[in-house]
Each structure stands twice: as structure tokens, then as C-alpha cells.
């Protein structure tokens, strides 16, 4: 196993611990931050993310959405900030939250760690940015 991937489990791990189920979100960035990442991309069908770190990239790759060739939904900023609030709130888990980001329209979000935004990005080219609060761990 090389560093990055070990480096990436450990900050997975810290932010398991420290997360609360309501309002996480910041947690797990800030642990993610602090061992050295700086930004983390979703490719949402697929549902794997890239983890762009200091020691290198990783990829962890979660169980595909959709498999074959299907239509993409049209962007629905509504939609999207719904399955935001509904995550915000500790209503939904990872898996529920990128599905309701698929319902959405939306194909990839990206957070930048540093600047502590999430931009979520239908296939159309319309955009929606949010950012989240600095947390202390």
C-alpha cells in the first residue's frame, strides 16, 4: 500500500471519529484538509471520488449508480439544495446523498478544501456552489 492511500485511511478514520451525524460535513473536510488534502471530486454516476492529496491522488471507487447507457436528468438546483439540507440534517448516508445528487441533474461536485466550497455541476454546464463553515478538530 503506498503512503497516499495509507495517509487517505487516516483521515477517513480521524473524521469517522470526530463527525457528528448533524452538520458533518465540515468535520470530515477539516480532518481531510489536515492530512494534506486539497480537493475531492465526485464523479456521481459512477460514484468515485478522487482524492487530490499531497502525497498523491487516490481514487476510491464506490458501487456504481448506473451501469449501461442511460439519459442524464436536467440540473434541478431545488432538487439539489434538498438533498443538501436532507444530508445537513443527518437524514441520508453517503450512498442516499449522491443518488439524490444524481436525481438532480448533477454528474460531478467538487470540494476545495482550501477555500471550503462544494460546487455541484450538471451535465448542461449550470453550476451550484455552496460554502461550508471552518470547524476545529
Known amino acids: 500500500m503506498n503512503y497516499a492511500i495509507k495517509n487517505l485511511g487516516a483521515a477517513l478514520e480521524r473524521a469517522a471519529a470526530v463527525r457528528p451525524k448533524v452538520a458533518g460535513f465540515p468535520y470530515l473536510a477539516e480532518a481531510l484538509r489536515q492530512y494534506g488534502a486539497t480537493r475531492c471530486q465526485m464523479a456521481v454516476p459512477s460514484n468515485a471520488m478522487l482524492y487530490l492529496t499531497g502525497a498523491g491522488?487516490?481514487?476510491v471507487q464506490g458501487e456504481p449508480l448506473v451501469t449501461g447507457m442511460v439519459g442524464v436528468s436536467t440540473f434541478d438546483r431545488r432538487a439539489l439544495i434538498?438533498?443538501?439540507r436532507a444530508d445537513q440534517a443527518g437524514q441520508t448516508t453517503l450512498p442516499e446523498f449522491v443518488?439524490?445528487?444524481w436525481d438532480a441533474g448533477v454528474v460531478w461536485y467538487d470540494v476545495d478544501l482550501d477555500t471550503r466550497?462544494?460546487?455541484y455541476y450538471g451535465a448542461d454546464g449550470d453550476s451550484y456552489?455552496?460554502?461550508?463553515?471552518t470547524v476545529e478538530i
Open 57 to 59: 491522488p487516490v481514487v
Open 99 to 101: 443518488q439524490g445528487c
Open 129 to 133: 456552489t455552496e460554502t461550508y463553515p
Open 117 to 119: 466550497t462544494c460546487t
Open 82 to 84: 434538498a438533498a443538501l
